[in-house]
């Protein structure tokens, strides 16, 4: 799985995310988080958030780089990408 770092941002996690994104793993089986730290990505559905004009989709991932679960939206216009929220580790979609 590709992955690279950017730098220059400092973005803090709020715990609203953080505890999302327990309550995901918690819902999910055995096999779909053995799926998750093999590198799929799970679909979880259409959400939106403050000021936005639409519904994206958000997935549940599995970061290598700080070895967390992470819910990220695809991002970009022709390449898309997923960032994990707690160390902005970027990963392919």
Known sequence: MF?????GRN??????LAIEIQ????DLSTFS???LKHGQ???LGLETRKNW?????????????CSRYAKDYPRGFFQNYL????CETTYDF
């Not at 973005?11 to 609203?16: F, G, I, L, R, W």
């Not at 309550?23 to 918690?26: G, I, K």
């Open 83 to 86: 960032c994990c929220p707690f």
């Open 53 to 65: 004009t639409g519904y994206s989709p958000f997935y549940l991932f599995w970061c290598q780089n």
């Open 11 to 16: 973005k803090k996690v709020d715990n609203a």
């Open 3 to 7: 992955f690279k770092f950017l730098k």
């Open 33 to 35: 988080k053995w799926r």
């Open 41 to 43: 990505k799970i679909f």
């Open 23 to 26: 309550q995901a793993v918690s």
